[in-house]
């Protein structure tokens, strides 16, 4: 069994996935099942979730939809590459006006929990929720948007590089390898 620090550092952003392996509607839920347990402030818990599995779904949710920003050239995966599986992260309204960290707790519990499965995973807000939530029929006056999880079985390679202290912004290889800068402990430290 890997260590949770080996799990963290392989759970990146996916965003090209095997669209020729579908997600059940079951993974989806199961990966759902496990928020139910994760910190919520004041124990609150007004996050609600939408899972999209059915293909036809799949496709009027991936149309509303950018993946990497940082990424000029490229705006979305192909054919073939789309996600298999998405789940919504909302607020109801009538529970909490806003949130305290929870859809943050759970986004990641979820990310996690689909890359100890072999998932891969991609928390997007750059979504136009309200056409999402109208073609999946949910109700924009009772749930406010928090963000989507893009999920599938991943086609990506990405790697984890040392930060320069500075730069932080990921780019692509001919291949299509992601390269991911990040920090040192020194960097973030500020002890003395």
Known sequence: MESFKELVKKNRSIRRFDESRPLSEETLKELVDCTRFVASGNNKQPLRFRTVSDKKECENVFDTLSFA???KDWNRPEKGEHPTGYIFILRDKSLAKSLHHDDGIAAQTLTLYATSM???A????NCQYTHAFEALG???EKYAFSCVIALGY???KVVLEDSDGETTRYWKTADQTQHVPKHSLETLLINK
């Open 118 to 120: 072999g998932l891969g």
């Open 122 to 125: 991609c928390i997007l807000q």
């Open 154 to 156: 991943p086609v990506e």
């Open 69 to 71: 920003a940082l990424y």
């Open 138 to 140: 949910i109700d924009k």
